[in-house]
C-alpha cells in the first residue's frame, strides 16, 4: 500500500522561496515525523526548475515542479486547477502552504475542489492516539482554538512566524521532477503584480527588531529607538497597532494579528503593554526583550528578559554602551 503524504505548495518570487513557505515546510516535516507520513514540496510557476533543485539540496525533501507560462502571475483558478491535477493522482492527507495573500486565496479553492477540510492560520498540531488536530489563534488571538477535520484530506494554512524556517544538514538531497501544467478553464485572468513602494528593510527579513509602544511617551522618542536599529546590522523598526492608529509610523511597521508576524532570532518590545494582538505577531521571536515602567505589564508574561525601567532613561544608556564596543557601527 502507498503511504500517505503531506504536499507542500511553495510559493516563489522570481525564483527566491520567501522565509514564509520555508516555515509552511518545516511545519509539514514535523507533522510528517510525527505521523510517519512523506513529504512532498511543489513549486507552481513558469521558470520552477532553479528554485526545485535549490529546494531539494538544502532541505532534502522531493520537489515537483508544476510548470507553465500560465501559472505566472498567480492566479487562484488557474494554481487551484494546475495543483489539483497533480494532487488527485497522488491522493495526499494534507496539503500545507504559507497564511499569505495567496494561501489564504487559495487554500479554500483548493479544499473545495478536493472536498477536504480547510484549517487556516494554523500555529500547531496535537496527536492523540489516532486523532489530530491543529491549533489556531482565535478573537484577535485572546484564544488559542483545537480543531479536528472532519473529511480524509486537509488543506492547511501555517501562519508565519509560528514556527522555525530552516532546516539543518540534510542527509541527502531531494529529487525533482518537473510536470507541465494543463491550461484548464478560467473564469478571470491576472493582468499584472505591482509591488508596493518599500523603504528599508522588510520586517520579516530582520534579524533583530526594534518594536515601540505607547510607553515611549511620544513621537519625538522615536530618534531613541532609530538610533538603536542603526547600530546592528539586520535591524528593522517596528511597532504596535496603538502608534500606526495614531499617525507615529506607517502601518507597513504594525505587528500583530492585524499587521506582520514575525520571527527574528531578538524581540526589543519597548514601551509595549502586551495586548494579544500584539504578541499573537511576534510570540515567534527567538529571543524576546520587554522594557516597560509597568512590572506587571503582560508583555513579561512572554519575555526571555524584562527590563524595568524608563525608556528615555534605559535607551541613552544602552547606546552609549553600545558605543563603546568594537562592533558598533
Same mark, same amino acid.
Given at each position: 500500500? @502507498?503511504?500517505?503524504?503531506?504536499?507542500?505548495?511553495?510559493?516563489?518570487?522570481?525564483?527566491?522561496?520567501?522565509?514564509?513557505?520555508?516555515?509552511?515546510?518545516?511545519?509539514?516535516?514535523?507533522?510528517?515525523?510525527?505521523?510517519?507520513?512523506? =513529504?512532498?514540496?511543489?513549486?507552481?510557476?513558469?521558470?520552477?526548475?532553479?528554485?526545485?533543485?535549490?529546494?531539494?539540496?538544502?532541505?532534502? @525533501?522531493?520537489?515537483?515542479?508544476?510548470?507553465?507560462?500560465?501559472?505566472?502571475?498567480?492566479?487562484?483558478? @488557474?494554481?487551484?486547477?494546475?495543483?489539483?491535477?497533480?494532487?488527485?493522482?497522488?491522493?495526499?492527507?494534507?496539503?500545507?502552504?504559507?497564511?499569505?495573500?495567496?494561501?489564504?486565496?487559495?487554500?479554500?479553492?483548493?479544499?473545495?475542489?478536493?472536498?477536504?477540510?480547510?484549517?487556516?492560520? =494554523?500555529?500547531?498540531?496535537?496527536?492523540?492516539?489516532? %486523532?489530530?488536530?491543529? +491549533? /489556531?489563534?482565535?478573537?484577535?488571538?485572546?484564544?488559542?482554538?483545537? +480543531?479536528?477535520?472532519?473529511?480524509?484530506?486537509?488543506?492547511?494554512?501555517?501562519?508565519?512566524?509560528?514556527?522555525?524556517?530552516?532546516?539543518?544538514?540534510?542527509?541527502?538531497?531531494?529529487?525533482?521532477?518537473?510536470?507541465?501544467? !494543463?491550461?484548464?478553464?478560467?473564469?478571470?485572468?491576472?493582468? %499584472?503584480?505591482?509591488?508596493?513602494?518599500?523603504?528599508?528593510?522588510?520586517?520579516?527579513?530582520?534579524?533583530?527588531?526594534?518594536?515601540?509602544?505607547?510607553?515611549?511617551?511620544?513621537?519625538?522618542?522615536?530618534?531613541?529607538?532609530?538610533?538603536?536599529?542603526?547600530?546592528?546590522?539586520?535591524?528593522?523598526?517596528?511597532?504596535?497597532?496603538?502608534?500606526?492608529?495614531?499617525?507615529?509610523?506607517?502601518?507597513?511597521? &504594525?505587528?500583530? =494579528?492585524?499587521?506582520?508576524?514575525?520571527?527574528? /532570532?531578538?524581540?526589543?518590545?519597548?514601551?509595549?503593554?502586551?495586548?494579544?494582538?500584539? +504578541?499573537? !505577531?511576534?510570540?515567534?521571536? &527567538?529571543?524576546?526583550?520587554?522594557?516597560?515602567?509597568?512590572?506587571?505589564?503582560?508583555?513579561?508574561?512572554?519575555?526571555?528578559?524584562?527590563?524595568?525601567?524608563?525608556?528615555?532613561?534605559? +535607551?541613552? =544608556?544602552?547606546?552609549?554602551?553600545?558605543?563603546?564596543?568594537?562592533?558598533?557601527?
Amino acid at each position: 500500500m @502507498v503511504k500517505a503524504r503531506i504536499f507542500v505548495i511553495m510559493e516563489h518570487r522570481q525564483g527566491h522561496i520567501p522565509q514564509a513557505a520555508h516555515e509552511a515546510l518545516s511545519f509539514a516535516l514535523d507533522l510528517g515525523a510525527r505521523q510517519d507520513l512523506g =513529504v512532498m514540496a511543489m513549486i507552481p510557476g513558469n521558470r520552477v526548475e532553479t528554485p526545485a533543485r535549490e529546494l531539494a539540496r538544502t532541505a532534502g @525533501v522531493d520537489v515537483t515542479g508544476v510548470k507553465g507560462e500560465h501559472l505566472e502571475p498567480y492566479n487562484g483558478e @488557474v494554481w487551484k486547477g494546475a495543483v489539483a491535477e497533480v494532487l488527485e493522482d497522488e491522493d495526499p492527507l494534507y496539503i500545507c502552504m504559507s497564511h499569505t495573500a495567496t494561501g489564504f486565496d487559495l487554500a479554500p479553492r483548493l479544499a473545495y475542489f478536493l472536498k477536504a477540510s480547510c484549517i487556516t492560520s =494554523v500555529v500547531g498540531v496535537r496527536i492523540t492516539g489516532d %486523532k489530530v488536530s491543529f +491549533i /489556531r489563534p482565535m478573537f484577535n488571538n485572546k484564544l488559542h482554538g483545537e +480543531i479536528t477535520p472532519a473529511m480524509k484530506k486537509t488543506v492547511l494554512t501555517v501562519l508565519p512566524g509560528s514556527g522555525p524556517d530552516s532546516l539543518s544538514g540534510p542527509a541527502s538531497k531531494g529529487h525533482v521532477r518537473i510536470v507541465r501544467a !494543463g491550461h484548464a478553464p478560467s473564469l478571470s485572468k491576472t493582468l %499584472k503584480l505591482k509591488a508596493s513602494q518599500k523603504t528599508g528593510l522588510n520586517l520579516g527579513d530582520a534579524d533583530l527588531i526594534v518594536s515601540a509602544g505607547r510607553g515611549l511617551g511620544g513621537p519625538e522618542n522615536l530618534h531613541l529607538l532609530e538610533e538603536l536599529v542603526k547600530a546592528f546590522p539586520g535591524a528593522a523598526l517596528a511597532s504596535s497597532k496603538a502608534l500606526c492608529d495614531q499617525g507615529w509610523l506607517p502601518y507597513k511597521h &504594525q505587528v500583530g =494579528v492585524t499587521g506582520q508576524t514575525v520571527s527574528p /532570532r531578538l524581540y526589543l518590545a519597548c514601551g509595549i503593554s502586551g495586548a494579544p494582538q500584539h +504578541i499573537g !505577531g511576534m510570540r515567534g521571536s &527567538q529571543t524576546i526583550v520587554a522594557i516597560n515602567t509597568n512590572p506587571e505589564a503582560s508583555i513579561f508574561n512572554v519575555s526571555d528578559y524584562c527590563v524595568v525601567e524608563d525608556l528615555e532613561t534605559f +535607551i541613552p =544608556v544602552l547606546l552609549k554602551e553600545l558605543k563603546g564596543h568594537s562592533g558598533y557601527r
